[in-house]
């Protein structure tokens, strides 16, 4: 994918920030999106859905089952804390890709109008995992519960490191060779406690 393609993928995902989700409002999302690029930022415990968002943006090492159970104690459905995970997440990835770039960061998106759909996935189950998943669990399936967020989060890592196709083959080069590829992507999430 060339650089214009990249930046049609990020676009797209960033504009889409600030409308409403599967289970959240625009005006949440769009929350979350400022909560991803603030720093340091004290956990609201007041506000259960920005506890998580905190948690999976600046202390991701101590996010636990136990952290996913009080959330969901206190309101936080799994299907949501699913989508606080791929905002928080694609925000970050984003602000990253830009910064690499030397971009200015992009500007939180309006909130819009709208209710979240709250759509159900039937055949997703919880098993051993925190958060309910369609089939094995994983990396791959752990958006599964949200398909918006899943979807959303597979078109992002296609642009920006392979596609889950691409994922399969160990002889393909995007710039870089396979091996180095997965070389600074071991370093980076090592730097970044994900230690996945």
């Not at 997703?124 to 959303?152: K, M, N, Q, S, Y």
Request: aromatic fraction near 6%; glycine fraction near 8%; proline fraction near 6%.
């Amino acid at each position: 994918m060339d650089s214009a393609g990249i930046d049609a993928v990020v676009d797209d995902q960033w504009s889409r920030f600030g409308e409403a989700g599967t289970w959240l409002t625009g005006a949440e999302r769009a929350e979350l999106t400022r909560i991803a690029r603030s720093e340091a930022t004290p956990p609201d415990v007041k506000v259960p859905i920005r506890t998580a968002a905190v948690a999976v943006a600046h202390h991701a090492a101590t996010v636990t089952a136990d952290l996913v159970d009080d959330l969901e104690s206190r309101g936080v459905s799994r299907e949501q804390y699913v989508e606080i995970v791929g905002v928080v997440s694609r925000a970050m990835a984003i602000d990253t890709y830009d910064r690499g770039l030397g971009r200015e960061l992009r500007e939180v998106p309006a909130a819009g109008p709208g209710e979240p759909g709250r759509a159900t996935v039937a055949a997703a189950r919880r098993r051993a995992g925190w958060v309910p998943t369609v089939g094995p669990i994983g990396p791959p399936t752990a958006l599964d519960a949200v398909p918006a967020e899943a979807a959303a989060q597979e078109s992002l890592h296609a642009a920006l490191y392979l596609s889950y196709p691409e994922m399969a083959d160990l002889h393909v080069q995007r710039g870089l060779t396979r091996a180095q590829m997965e070389l600074v992507a071991a370093r980076v999430s090592y730097l970044n406690d994900c230690l996945y």
